[in-house]
C-alpha cells in the first residue's frame, strides 16, 4: 500500500516537472527582435535602413532620407509650403 503513494507521488512529480519544462521551452522561442529598423525617403521614396540614413530634423520631426540632396529638396518643399 505504501508502495503504492510513493509511485503516484514520483508519477505526478514527473508530470509536473515535465509540462514546466515544456512551457519553458515554448516561451522563449517565441521572443525575436527586430534589430535593424528601415525607413523611408520622403523625396525619391527609397527604403533604406535607419543606420545608413542622413537624419534631418525639420520643424520638430525627424525624417531620414538616403542623401544630402534629398534633404535639401525636403527643406526646399517645406519653404514653399509655408510662404505659400
Ligand atoms: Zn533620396
Known amino acids: 500500500m505504501r508502495l503504492l ?3 503516484l507521488l514520483l508519477y505526478i512529480g514527473y508530470r509536473l ?6 512551457a519553458e521551452k515554448s516561451t522563449g522561442a517565441a521572443r525575436r527582435a527586430v534589430d535593424e ?3 523611408r525617403d520622403p523625396i525619391c ?6 543606420d545608413d540614413a542622413v ?3 525639420l520643424e520638430g520631426t ?5 542623401s544630402l ?3 535639401e529638396k525636403f527643406r ?3 519653404d514653399h509650403t509655408s510662404q505659400s
Open 5 to 7: 503513494v510513493w509511485c
Open 17 to 22: 516537472l515535465k509540462s514546466a519544462l515544456s
Open 37 to 39: 529598423e528601415t525607413v
Open 45 to 50: 521614396g527609397v527604403y533604406l535602413s535607419r
Open 55 to 57: 537624419v534631418g530634423t
Open 62 to 66: 525627424r525624417h531620414y532620407f538616403c
Open 69 to 71: 540632396d534629398c534633404l
Open 76 to 78: 526646399e518643399q517645406l
